[in-house]
């Protein structure tokens, strides 16, 4: 630890944003990268805890205290070395990740917690600044080949791990572009995708051969992969939206989450809106906010992106409901330190402006004679204790302007397409919630398959969907060649510092 006192002399102080008012106007990033002294000043905050707790909050058990400390004494190419041990790409998890381990930071207990997260982001950013990112080319390969089929986080940790152990890799994508959600899905107000682009042509650089618009299961069939390769990782994603069965839900005017955002990432890269993120046409081209009254179903993250893309649409009004209470605005005492906390969350997308409802029942889509939306019925759902049981009751009808609904309301399980069909027909099971089954390495009841990522665990976050692919890479690697130096997981400071 460097600065014994840093801790109490010092206060969180997260980077800077760019004001509401400029931002709304463009699609650019809304953080701005913190300066250098300021991230080392933040980074001395980090104190000699003893039992880092981090490490666990972190799902890729990142040293952070490690790499913390060697910001804070100006090693910043020893602390580059230290989080690229057990992060494939902190530059995503540094701007997106909603941060575990900051839930679990010792100092959270009583004070604000460390600002791993920016400390994160600046690392990596100093070193691509400074040229330390080089492509990994193996000197040694393995005669073993690897598919991949999904090039989303899971997918593109799992082939620069495999490509390091020396194995050929090739990733399958359906799309028209890699980068599975991290393209697609998130908003580039959030996560820049030249930011996705650089990384992309990195691994390219070290071996890793990219295959878009390549649908696997239609024109390209899983029996040739399991023919071709040694080995074939699925991490194709959870991405089959729930569907609101109120009344009127066929009016126009209806859209899931995923089809409004992608098309507007299209928009900002200049692709044609001819196919969407799964490569299939989309129902309507032109989803776009500007002047409308938009109602976005769901609370979560998927929803608070559609209400920072509809406020740089210019919507007239833009109201998010969600079913599930307001949570609490600090830590629920059912979740206390070092879990995840149940609480409010605000996010950048939130401050530019929306009316959030809780406990919201949809009742009705609400369309005029040519069958297009303009109205939602809504009640307030309340709770009351009856015969010793909780009992749900609407009150409060009543009706919300509406012409633009977008569906933010979850994601039910992997599709279930002619990929998931000739998965299953090798052998792969599926689970009660229709995602693809694997053991505790990742490997599918057919040997030859592995999954990982939101294909198996549901619909979760970058950093967990990079640790699957990670593991699912060390664990193939070692039913490839018997054994394995992959990192896995469990990577201590002790053999970090050793490297
Ligand atoms: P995905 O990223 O879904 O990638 C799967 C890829 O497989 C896709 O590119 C898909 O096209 C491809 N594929 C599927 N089937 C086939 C096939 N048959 N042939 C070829 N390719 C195929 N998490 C965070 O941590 N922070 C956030 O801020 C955040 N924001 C989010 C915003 C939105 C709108 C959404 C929907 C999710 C968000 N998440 C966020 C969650 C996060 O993006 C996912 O958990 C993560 O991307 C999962 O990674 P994955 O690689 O398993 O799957």
């Given at each position: 630890?460097g600065?014994p006192?840093?801790?109490l002399?010092?206060?969180r102080?997260l980077?800077p944003k760019r004001?509401?008012?400029?931002?709304?106007?463009?699609?650019?990033?809304?953080e701005i990268l913190?300066s250098t002294?300021?991230?080392?000043?933040?980074?001395s905050r980090c104190m000699?805890?003893?039992?880092?707790?981090c490490?666990?909050?972190?799902p890729?058990?990142?040293?952070?205290?490690?790499f913390n400390?060697?910001?804070?004494?100006?090693n910043?190419k020893?602390?580059?070395?230290?989080l690229?041990?057990?992060n494939?790409?902190?530059e995503?998890?540094g701007?997106i990740?909603?941060a575990?381990?900051?839930?679990?930071?010792?100092?959270g207990?009583n004070?604000p917690a460390v600002?791993?997260?920016?400390?994160?982001?600046?690392i990596?950013?100093?070193a691509?600044?400074?040229?330390w990112?080089?492509?990994f080319?193996?000197?040694?390969?393995?005669?073993k080949?690897?598919?991949?089929?999904?090039?989303?986080?899971?997918g593109?940790?799992?082939?620069a791990?495999l490509n390091?152990?020396?194995?050929?890799v090739?990733v399958y994508?359906?799309?028209?572009q890699?980068?599975?959600l991290?393209?697609?899905?998130i908003p580039d107000f959030?996560?820049?995708k030249?930011?996705?682009?650089?990384?992309?042509e990195?691994?390219?650089?070290?071996?890793?051969?990219?295959?878009?618009?390549?649908?696997?299961?239609?024109?390209d069939?899983?029996?040739?992969?399991?023919?071709?390769?040694?080995a074939?990782?699925?991490?194709?994603?959870?991405t089959t939206?729930?569907?609101?069965?109120a009344k009127g839900?066929?009016?126009l005017g209806?859209?899931?989450?995923?089809?409004?955002?992608?098309q507007?990432?299209?928009?900002?890269?200049s692709i044609?809106l001819e196919?969407?993120?799964?490569?299939?046409?989309?129902h309507n081209?032109?989803?776009?906010?500007?002047?409308?009254h938009?109602?976005i179903?769901?609370?979560?993250?998927?929803?608070s992106?559609c209400v920072g893309?509809?406020?740089r649409?210019?919507a007239a009004?833009i109201?998010q409901?969600?079913?599930?209470?307001?949570p609490?605005?600090?830590?629920a005492?059912n979740t206390p330190?070092?879990n995840w906390?149940?609480?409010?969350?605000?996010?950048t997308s939130h401050?530019?402006?929306v009316?959030?409802l809780?406990?919201?029942?949809l009742?009705?889509?609400?369309?005029n004679d040519r069958?297009?939306l303009?109205?939602?019925l809504?009640g307030?759902i309340?709770?009351?204790m009856?015969?010793g049981k909780?009992e749900?009751?609407?009150?409060?009808?009543r009706?919300?302007p509406c012409?633009l609904a977008?569906v933010?309301?979850?994601f039910?399980h992997?599709d279930?397409d002619?990929l998931?069909d000739?998965?299953?027909?090798v052998g792969?099971?599926?689970d009660?919630?229709?995602?693809?089954?694997?053991?505790s390495?990742?490997?599918?009841d057919n040997?030859?398959?592995?999954?990982?990522?939101?294909?198996?665990?549901?619909?979760s976050?970058v950093?967990?969907?990079?640790s699957?692919?990670r593991?699912?890479a060390?664990n193939?690697?070692?039913y490839?060649m018997?054994k394995?130096?992959l990192?896995g997981?469990?990577v201590?400071s002790?053999d970090?510092?050793a490297?």
């Amino acid at each position: 630890m460097g600065k014994p006192t840093g801790f109490l002399e010092i206060d969180r102080k997260l980077a800077p944003k760019r004001a509401v008012s400029e931002r709304v106007n463009d699609y650019k990033e809304i953080e701005i990268l913190n300066s250098t002294a300021d991230t080392e000043a933040q980074a001395s905050r980090c104190m000699d805890c003893g039992t880092p707790f981090c490490h666990n909050g972190c799902p890729l058990g990142n040293v952070i205290p490690e790499f913390n400390d060697a910001v804070y004494e100006q090693n910043w190419k020893y602390a580059y070395d230290i989080l690229s041990t057990t992060n494939n790409f902190p530059e995503f998890t540094g701007r997106i990740c909603p941060a575990p381990c900051e839930s679990s930071c010792v100092l959270g207990i009583n004070k604000p917690a460390v600002a791993i997260e920016l400390i994160e982001k600046s690392i990596i950013e100093k070193a691509y600044a400074e040229g330390w990112v080089i492509p990994f080319v193996p000197k040694v390969r393995t005669d073993k080949k690897i598919a991949i089929i999904g090039s989303g986080p899971a997918g593109l940790a799992a082939a620069a791990q495999l490509n390091k152990a020396g194995h050929f890799v090739t990733v399958y994508e359906r799309a028209d572009q890699i980068g599975g959600l991290l393209r697609y899905g998130i908003p580039d107000f959030k996560l820049d995708k030249s930011v996705v682009t650089r990384r992309v042509e990195i691994m390219k650089q070290e071996g890793i051969i990219f295959v878009t618009n390549s649908n696997v299961g239609t024109a390209d069939k899983l029996a040739n992969l399991t023919n071709d390769f040694d080995a074939v990782l699925v991490a194709t994603g959870s991405t089959t939206p729930r569907v609101i069965l109120a009344k009127g839900n066929d009016a126009l005017g209806i859209y899931p989450a995923m089809e409004f955002l992608s098309q507007q990432n299209k928009r900002n890269a200049s692709i044609n809106l001819e196919v969407n993120h799964k490569g299939e046409k989309y129902h309507n081209t032109n989803i776009y906010a500007e002047g409308k009254h938009v109602v976005i179903i769901g609370g979560g993250d998927t929803g608070s992106d559609c209400v920072g893309t509809s406020n740089r649409h210019r919507a007239a009004s833009i109201t998010q409901i969600e079913v599930m209470p307001k949570p609490p605005v600090d830590r629920a005492s059912n979740t206390p330190w070092p879990n995840w906390p149940n609480m409010l969350r605000t996010s950048t997308s939130h401050d530019e402006g929306v009316e959030r409802l809780w406990s919201i029942s949809l009742q009705e889509f609400i369309k005029n004679d040519r069958g297009e939306l303009e109205a939602l019925l809504i009640g307030d759902i309340v709770y009351n204790m009856k015969d010793g049981k909780i009992e749900q009751e609407v009150i409060n009808s009543r009706k919300i302007p509406c012409d633009l609904a977008l569906v933010a309301a979850g994601f039910i399980h992997t599709d279930h397409d002619s990929l998931f069909d000739q998965l299953i027909s090798v052998g792969v099971k599926s689970d009660e919630r229709g995602n693809l089954v694997a053991n505790s390495s990742y490997q599918s009841d057919n040997e030859k398959v592995f999954i990982a990522g939101d294909a198996r665990r549901g619909q979760s976050l970058v950093v967990w969907a990079i640790s699957e692919g990670r593991e699912a890479a060390r664990n193939i690697d070692l039913y490839l060649m018997g054994k394995t130096s992959l990192e896995g997981k469990s990577v201590s400071s002790f053999d970090v510092l050793a490297k």
